[in-house]
């Protein structure tokens, strides 16, 4: 089973994005609230994939996203952005990140790309 590290500030979002993952069959093996804490559930955890919000108080996700992948170029990392924050997908992909996905979505599109991601 492929583990993941949810990422994002709105708890009803952790809770969500976890409840689709756990529904399609991928285990979820820690969450975190913001960017530093992402860093830190990271590397203890070392999960196949990471969901990671962009804006997020303390360490934004980008900074997050270009320390791990620093430390593990290796590091499966989908963004998680809303709407029209173009601009921020972009540095991210710069920085590293894999994929992203844009909020509202739905169940499957978030099980395609994970999967995408780890095959």
Known sequence: MS?????DD?????HAITTMLEEA??????EAEN???AI???QKLH???????????????LEATKEIIQNDPNAKICIVT???????????LKYGAKDFITKPFEREHLETTIRQLIE
């Not at 583990?3 to 990422?7: D, E, G, Q």
């Not at 709105?10 to 952790?14: G, I, L, V």
């Open 3 to 7: 583990t993941v590290l949810v990422v």
């Open 35 to 37: 960017g530093k804490q």
């Open 82 to 92: 809303a709407l029209g924050q173009q601009k921020l997908i972009l540095e991210a």
């Open 10 to 14: 709105a708890m009803f979002m952790r």
């Open 47 to 61: 999960p196949d994939v990471v969901t990671m919000d962009v804006t997020m108080p303390v360490m934004s996700g």
């Open 25 to 30: 069959g991928f285990e979820v093996i820690g």
């Open 40 to 42: 830190e559930q990271y």
